[in-house]
């Protein structure tokens, strides 16, 4: 079963800072927390008493009080909405986490969902599933029954599923094109999944 822990620590090598892009749909973010979509985080008490201080904002990440809490955050709100600890595949995983962190949460399961409906053998494998944004045990079922060969291709269709959001959120409003860079560094077509 995949395990919380690298997968979070990849993702911080995305998300491991502080800022307050006014061009960021998120607004102010640390390590990827969104004041904006989560304004009672815990975190936010200790990053406003810090905002005076002559080192801000290199000083947060040697605030270990700060830390635990974004850990915390992100098992919760991340990957137990993935059912991460329910799910074999590492890789598949890390690529779902990675997803749900840096988009809209229904996202990653929607985009499973629909690479699932697409994998299975015009339905001879298992019924197509029910495109709700949610991972259940129906949609875990389905994870379960694919090959090893397939579970490879679900990795590719995933991504190629976050990369066409990049794309048309970028046609949708130009301004955001100034993170295509960053954006498609998380988006791994082949690296991961021989693991």
Known sequence: MADFN???KKAMDHEGAYSNDPDDKGAETYC???RRWFP???GWIIIDGMKGHPDFPKILKDINALQNPVKEFYKTNFWNRIKGDQIKEQFIADELFDTVINMNPKKAPEFLQRALNCLN???ALYPDLIVDGGIGPKTLGCLDKLNSEDVKLLFKM???LQGTHYIEEMERDHI???YCRGWFTRVEITIGVEK
């Open 32 to 34: 990827g927390i969104s």
């Open 158 to 160: 995933l991504n190629v």
């Open 40 to 42: 009672d985080w815990s």
């Open 176 to 178: 955001q094109e100034k």
């Open 6 to 8: 690298p997968a979070y």
């Open 121 to 123: 053998r015009n339905q």
